[in-house]
């Protein structure tokens, strides 16, 4: 495997559901980031983290949660999601955080919440 | 607050055109800028970086333009091909900020 890969690629769960989305960085990278991308939006940040502490939490709702055991993984824990929470869920990596650095994309997972 | 402008919304073209898209921004305190491609459904494919120092970049058939003083990059295709349609979308690096600040990018439609 290279570069960014991130599974389920599709996700279909009802509101009461708990499920998690992986991502994985074979790039050697220091920091990872979590995207929401909905139709006719731009690209959201969601959370931030830099050598597996999490930097940044763009003010999301705790109905999602963010882990990262190590620099390599990253977890997005969904629980109680509501409709409009369905998207496009993108992960990153980077060398080190922040705008300095070039970030790489994974395939996102395609989320619908019913 | 840095927005990210990106016209046309979408764009339809036969093959063989060279075609220009744009992207404009409202700080121009920025680090770089960054064009990326998007397939339906997909990720994010980065195609060029630019540096705030530099004034373009290219790679095949693709050259990106950035103008810092007035906000504005713009992404050239030369001889577009079917397989160029995609969606494509700027993101800004700007001083101060902690991470990158998307446009809502174009759609890019090349018919044979």
């Known amino acids: 495997e290279t570069g960014v890969t991130q599974t389920p690629r599709h996700l279909v769960m009802g509101m009461t559901n708990k499920k998690s989305l992986k991502c994985e960085q074979h790039?050697?990278?220091?920091?990872m980031y979590w995207y929401k991308q909905s139709a006719k939006k731009p690209l959201e940040l969601m959370f931030v983290?830099?050598?597996?502490?999490?930097?940044e939490n763009n003010s999301v709702p705790s109905r999602f949660s963010p882990e990262c055991p190590n620099s390599s993984h990253l977890f997005l824990h969904l629980h109680t999601l509501q409709p409009e929470d369905s998207a496009l869920y993108l992960c990153?990596?980077?060398?080190?955080?922040?705008?300095?650095?070039?970030?790489?994309f994974g395939p996102g997972t395609r989320l619908t919440v019913l | 607050k840095q927005e990210v402008t990106q016209i046309p919304a979408a764009l339809s073209v036969p093959e063989g055109e060279n075609l220009v898209l744009n992207c404009s921004f409202t700080?121009?305190?920025?680090?770089?800028l960054q064009w990326f491609r998007q397939d339906p459904g997909k990720g994010l494919t980065s195609l060029l970086l630019?540096?705030?120092?530099?004034r373009e970049q290219t790679s095949g058939r693709l050259n990106a333009s950035l103008d810092k003083s007035s906000g504005r990059s713009t992404l050239y295709i030369a001889a577009s091909q079917p397989g160029d349609s995609a969606t494509y979308l700027c993101?800004?690096?700007?001083?101060?900020?902690?991470?990158?600040?998307f446009g809502k990018g174009t759609m890019l439609l090349v018919s044979p």
């Open positions: 990153a990596s980077s060398q080190g955080r922040g705008i300095y650095n070039e970030q790489f």
């Open positions: 790039l050697g990278h220091n920091a």
């Open positions: 983290y830099n050598f597996k502490e999490q930097t």
């Open positions: 700080d121009s305190a920025i680090y770089n």
């Open positions: 630019i540096q705030s120092s530099q």
């Open positions: 993101a800004v690096g700007t001083s101060g900020y902690s991470t990158l600040t």
